[in-house]
């Protein structure tokens, strides 16, 4: 049995080394499965916010980089072995504000997941690109956010959104933000380790507020450009432990290049 396992834990299929998905093992340490701290925000506001459906249900968030691309975190589209799910388990809902209807519901054509990705545990490239099986209408409910050149300061505030769980412990129908400010690296390695906590990662809290389960893959924004996706962390809120984003400044090659290949297949 222990055999099993480990040898399940070296293996690396498909570009999602298998895992356990860290964030679930935190949550599970921590018994503290809720947001924090949002309000109820209309889609206008976050048009770039997607919904990730999974057989139908909700899933993850994302974010729309442009009319036939999605990104999301790496974890939203592996499963608990590290391989990734056939994308045709997967749907993208946009122009929403709830999470169980309205805007339009578009089918996932394909799926690709950072090569350096592992999710046992989960530290850098918490990064994936979604191609939709028909291109977006844009308008005032479905636009795209462009990528920052540049990390914002230490206690810039930032915005970030999503359905996930909520102070009552279940995922929200309604979107919601919350505003949380840059933690330095230094700060956020006390909790995590710098081993984990890179020049590929991004941290952000502020007290009572952040993002939970069902957040992941969702946009963090500065001032109208996306710097973070939503990755992991420890509980939600939980004073010293910020929530961890996959840094968008340092992945931005990666997206570029990967989503101009996408976009011609
Ligand atoms: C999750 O489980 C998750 N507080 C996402 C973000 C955070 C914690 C957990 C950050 O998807």
């Known amino acids: 049995m222990l055999f099993t396992l480990l040898a ?39 048009p770039w916010q997607v919904l990730l459906l999974n057989q139908g249900r909700h899933d993850c968030g994302g974010v729309i980089y442009s009319k036939n691309i999605i990104i999301t975190a ?32 578009i089918k996932v054509a394909k799926t690709i997941v950072h090569d350096r990705f592992t999710l046992y ?86 007290p009572g507020k952040d993002s939970c389960g069902g957040d992941s893959g969702g946009p963090l924004v500065c001032e109208g450009e996306l710097v973070g996706i939503v990755s992991y962390g420890i509980g939600c809120a939980e004073p010293g432990y910020p929530g961890v984003y996959a840094n968008v400044v340092e992945l931005r090659k990666w997206v570029e290049e990967e989503a101009t290949k996408l976009s011609s297949t």
């Open 121 to 206: 545990p989960i530290t850098e490239y918490d990064i994936a690109l979604i191609l939709l099986s028909s291109p977006l209408e844009m308008g005032p409910t479905v636009k795209a956010i462009p990528l920052a050149e540049s990390v914002p300061n230490d206690g810039a505030a930032v915005l970030v959104s999503g359905w996930g769980y909520t102070e009552i412990g279940e995922a929200s129908l309604q979107l919601k933000s919350v505003s949380v400010n840059i933690v330095s690296r230094e700060e956020c390695a006390r909790a995590y380790g710098y081993k984990r906590i890179t020049q590929l990662t991004i941290c952000a809290a502020a």
């Open 8 to 46: 399940l834990l070296s293996v690396s299929t498909f570009g999602c080394a298998l895992h356990l998905p860290i964030a679930t093992e935190f949550l599970l340490q921590n018994g503290n499965n809720r947001i924090i701290g949002g309000k109820d925000t209309p889609i206008e506001a976050i």
């Open 74 to 105: 790496a974890h939203c589209v592996c499963d608990t072995y590290g391989n990734i799910l056939d994308p045709k388990i997967f749907d993208v809902r946009v122009g929403s504000s709830t999470s169980n209807n309205g805007g339009s519901v």
